[in-house]
DNA sequence: GATAGGATCTATAGTAACTATAGGGTCAAG
DNA sequence: CTTGACCCTATAGTTACTATAGATCCTATC
């Protein structure tokens, strides 16, 4: 390597999978960095800090749309701060709604499951459960 | 309509949209019915029945092929009812995981979000712990 | 200098579960 | 006989990657 971070070494300090990289550079999420004499990607601190940002939002769930808003925001740095908390609030409310969208799934399908009592498919509770409404 | 049901009619009887019952057909989960002289597509109850059961699982959060699975396992009448049993646990199993992983990102989101207090992106400090790790 | 291995490159296709679009045919009512 | 609602097929798009194939590059060893 000429310069800079290959990609793999960037993959594995940032916890992404190689081709996740190149993925999020060909949407247009992480600026393409400049190749080295073998055409391999050279990668700085700048590229290691935004890849960063990416994922720890992709791990709190934010779909990567919502993760291009707020890379486009925090450009901004002298604009006002609502949007951004708009953002998260809003994501924060789907994730509650998520939440309670489980547990009704997951209270149901408790109920249906202890009408099992082993046997016969033929007499099978459960399928008789998912067949009724 | 010649004779059966139109897919206008299954679709409004079972809450499903016309694109999904036909996509439902050609991925082999419906089996295909009876044309009419004008080449519709003429249901019967079977089918009602059938696509009921597909959508009463998919509400229930199983995959296609987890139904695909419960459809065939229904059919074995004098099979055991121990592999509908599992099935319907390890999906229970797997809505348990989701919801605490879900928590526990609403918990952390929360965190974060409670930082805004208003004012300029460039100090916001979402678009900072949203940065560092 | 030859060679073997690992890492990297590009391009394309596949995944789940639909949804959307284009460009038509069919049917019942007025 | 035309209008509008319904239906038909086929193809491409969605999200966020993942998998594959075949070529190139770099480093180390013989």
């Keep these: 390597m000429d310069d800079g971070t290959s990609i793999g070494e960037l993959a594995k300090a940032t916890g992404t999978k190689v081709v996740t990289i190149r993925y999020y550079e ?4 992480l600026p393409e960095p400049p190749r080295t004499r073998g055409n391999y990607r050279a990668y700085d601190a700048r590229h290691r800090e935004r890849l960063h940002f990416i994922r720890r939002c992709r791990d709190l769930g934010f779909t990567l749309a ?3 808003e707020l890379l486009d925001l925090s450009k901004k740095t002298d604009r006002d701060c609502a949007a951004v908390d708009r953002l998260a609030l809003d ?3 789907e994730i509650g709604r998520k939440i309670a969208d489980l547990k009704r ?10 009408c099992c009592q082993g ?4 007499d ?10």
Tied chains: 1, 2.
Excluded: D, M, N, W
């Design 26 to 29: 060909k949407i247009g999420l």
């Design 66 to 68: 919502q993760v291009r």
């Design 91 to 93: 994501h924060l409310a």
């Design 105 to 114: 799934l997951e209270k149901e399908l408790r109920r249906i499951s202890e």
């Design 119 to 122: 046997g016969r498919i033929g």
């Design 124 to 133: 099978c509770r459960i399928i008789e459960a998912l067949s009724g409404s």
